[in-house]
């Protein structure tokens, strides 16, 4: 999922919250790997900004084990997370948690978390 949808469904779902409540924001990789890093960045940008009246835990880009480690596309989740450091830091309410993930961690197709990878995350 696109930031833009991810955001927009957010948005309307938060209104609610307050500063005793948080929301986990994971997105960007469908922009990173369609070379919409900028639009995915402004997106999340104008997230942070604009819903700050509730606690924010951006989660950063994984990388993608389905290319080379040294594509283009890992270089831009490495530059995207770098950026995304940058967002969240001004803001109180905001906090950037990254993982560090391996390749078992993964499916087959090296795209999505599998069981071992998401208890890892979540612990």
């Given at each position: 999922m696109s930031t833009d949808i991810?955001?927009?469904?957010?948005?309307?779902?938060?209104?609610?919250l307050t500063k005793k409540d948080a929301v986990i924001l994971w997105g960007g990789l469908n922009d990173v790997g369609n070379?919409?890093?900028k639009a995915g960045l402004r997106n999340i940008s104008h997230f942070v900004k604009n819903d700050s009246h509730t606690n924010i835990v951006m989660m950063g880009v994984l990388h993608r084990f389905d290319v080379l480690d040294t594509s283009c596309v890992n270089r831009e989740v490495d530059s995207?997370?770098?950026k995304l450091t940058k967002i969240v830091k001004p803001f109180k309410l905001a906090t950037l948690l990254k993982s560090e993930q391996k390749r078992e961690h993964f499916t087959r197709?090296?795209?999505?978390?599998n069981a071992t990878g998401k208890h890892q995350l979540q612990n």
């Open positions: 991810l955001i927009k469904t957010a948005s309307n779902e938060i209104n609610s070379n919409h890093s995207f997370n770098n197709h090296c795209m999505h978390l």
